[in-house]
């Protein structure tokens, strides 16, 4: 069985857990160290979802990104990663439903994300959801 909580504190399982599971998403960034995550934790604008499984192990996460801009709330789903050897079993689809609710639950309308064309399994479970292809043109300028 699996759980989803929401993080409230940086435990040592949380940061080695991080070390496992953001090289699975990006190899171009490195972890996020304690304090990092600590920010993240803490910041009224963001919810880290940790997923567990039977054995307590953290398998998964999914951060929600809470704003607000002139023209209303906006929330974002950002960086979702299960470990590779618990794939298939659910925890994306869990994590998702418990970002989807707690924006509901803040009064948002609508959640957005993204996801590279090649994460063919994670867009399949992003239309199964219910999100749905927006046609925009995506910027992005770096330093």
Known sequence: MVRVEVMSQVTSELVEAFARLVPQLSKSNPPPTERELAAIVS?????????????????????????RIPTGLRAWIEDVVVDE?????????????????????????????????????????????GFTLRQTNLYRYDF
């Open 43 to 67: 910041s009224r604008a963001s919810v880290l979802f940790i997923a567990y499984d039977e054995d307590d192990e953290i398998v998964g996460s999914l951060t929600l990104v809470l704003f």
């Open 85 to 129: 050897a618990a794939r298939g079993h659910g925890i994306g689809e869990l994590l998702n439903q418990q970002a989807l609710d707690e924006a509901r639950r803040r009064g948002h309308k609508g959640v957005s994300l993204t996801s590279r064309p090649s994460r063919e399994a994670a867009n399949r479970l992003y239309q199964r959801i």
